[in-house]
């Protein structure tokens, strides 16, 4: 897998690294070594013009050595250090809770959306008080585009973020009313251990910065729920 890496980075002609933070387990120090360690140390020894690296919000949650978010905290400041200590230009990129995936129905909105297509019961995990702020998939992708095309991004790091706090039940309730859905929802009110209540973040300097901007929140959950809807299998 090393020497595999390695290859990718050396044949690509790429300029810029974009590393999700999705493959960053539990322990970054040996497991995930090669999706880790390698891309950085090549991209300082191949003189690339920079790093993308999307972590999550998750950075602003306390540290907690149960947590399994601490690994992507650690690699948040091990890129920063990387920056400091060896030049890497580097760009550092927060997002909130992403919605609008094509695949995955696991998640939150997903899952709220494919249930109301194909039930008139919706049964949701968690708290409908909880508070989040929600941007969609596209919007992140856009975040990644400006930072890639602006020297302003370089070094920096930006929370990818309406700034816009939305409880779940709103969240819900929105959903219901872009698919037309009148069917009945209960919460279990199973919380995950250490998961934050509200998690909304300031995202007034990508947005002042490079111009970047969330797509209103009703807009978007139309959008992914005409993709569900046009799905011939949910």
């Given at each position: ?27 970054i ?20 013009n920079?790093?993308?690296y ?31 200590g ?39 995990d ?9 941007i ?94 046009g799905?011939?299998?949910?």
């Amino acid at each position: 897998a090393k020497m595999g890496i390695m290859t990718s980075f050396y044949k690509s002609g790429m300029n810029y690294v974009l590393h999700s933070s999705i493959n960053i387990k539990e322990n970054i120090i040996s497991e995930d070594e090669n999706y880790f360690w390698i891309p950085l140390r090549t991209i300082k020894r191949e003189h690339y013009n920079g790093l993308v690296y999307p972590l999550t919000c998750e950075e602003h949650i306390i540290f907690n050595p149960f947590v399994t978010h601490n690994s992507k905290v650690a690699a948040d400041y091990y890129v920063q250090v990387c920056g400091l200590g060896y030049g890497i230009p580097y760009t550092i990129l927060r997002p909130t809770n992403t919605y609008g995936r094509k695949t995955e129905r696991g998640y939150l909105v997903e899952k709220v959306i494919t249930q109301m297509l194909t039930s008139n019961n919706l049964v949701l995990d968690g708290s409908s008080d909880s508070c989040r702020s929600y941007i969609y998939v596209d919007d992140q992708v856009d975040a990644y585009i400006k930072c890639l095309e602006s020297d302003k991004a370089l070094n920096e790091i930006f929370n990818v973020s309406s700034g816009i706090s939305t409880s779940v039940k709103e969240m819900v309730d929105t959903c219901a009313k872009v698919l037309n859905w009148n069917g009945t929802i209960s919460y279990n009110n199973r919380v995950r251990p250490y998961d934050p209540k509200n998690l909304v973040l300031d995202g007034s300097k990508i947005q002042n910065t490079l111009d970047w901007k969330a797509t209103p929140l009703e807009e978007g959950l139309l959008k992914t729920a005409e993709y569900w809807r046009g799905k011939n299998e949910l």
